[in-house]
């Protein structure tokens, strides 16, 4: 077996086991779902992982290594905090958006493991020292209005997730199953999130 061919087949099992365990959660879902969703047998899918935990926490940190390094450097930028707001909330909505079950896969494990989510993000080198520290220096420099930076931080990621976590009311009820609208309106979305929170702020 070559080295391009274990690659596929390991990438292939953390795809198909990504589907399941969102759809079936940890508990619900089985070795044999995954293996059949990968389009491989059992015994291949228990070479490459031994047990169930052991491939969910593989999935667990390959989803959430795709949303962090990219992020951390956008944060560290010399960059002025509108600027700054403007491509980090692009880069966020379009990561999510080529990786759409990276929400729903996050928030099943907040609620199974968070212990594990900590130590995985304590461990990813996000800070939000960096970001805080603009902001407070901003403030001070008069360039926006007085403002809390954890809110303002946890504002701008609320408004990036929330149309991916409720993907399924968006594009069934709102866009009555067109999908070609919803990807219209998340691509909006940067320039309406980035809008609505940097007129928030800025001084009027």
Do not use: W
Not at 17 to 23: E, L, N
Not at 36 to 49: F, P, Q, R, S, W
Not at 91 to 97: E, G, P, S, T, V
Not at 102 to 112: T, V
């Amino acid at each position: 077996m070559t080295t391009n061919k274990d690659t596929n087949t390991e990438q292939a099992i953390l795809e198909a086991a990504k589907i399941v365990f969102v759809k079936k959660g940890m508990e619900g879902a089985r070795m044999q779902e995954i293996a059949d969703e990968a389009g491989i047998n059992k015994a291949m899918l228990h070479y490459y992982y031994r047990s169930k935990d052991k491939l969910f926490e593989a999935v667990f940190t390959e989803t959430f290594s795709k949303l962090v390094p990219n992020l951390i450097e956008i944060v560290k930028t010399d960059i002025s905090l509108f600027d700054k707001i403007r491509i980090f909330v692009g880069n966020y909505i379009d990561i999510i958006n080529e990786n759409p079950l990276i929400p729903a896969f996050i928030i099943h494990e907040l609620n199974r493991n968070p212990d594990r989510v900590v130590e995985l993000i304590k461990s990813s080198g996000i800070n939000p020292i960096f970001f805080i520290n603009q902001v407070e220096k901003e403030i001070i420099e008069d360039i926006i209005e007085p403002v809390n930076p954890l809110h303002l931080m946890v504002n701008m990621l609320a408004m990036c997730v929330f149309p991916f976590v409720a993907r399924p009311i968006l594009e069934g009820v709102i866009f009555n199953e067109d999908r070609e609208q919803y990807e219209i309106f998340i691509q909006e979305r940067k320039k309406e999130v980035c809008d609505f929170i940097i007129n928030s702020i800025k001084k009027k």
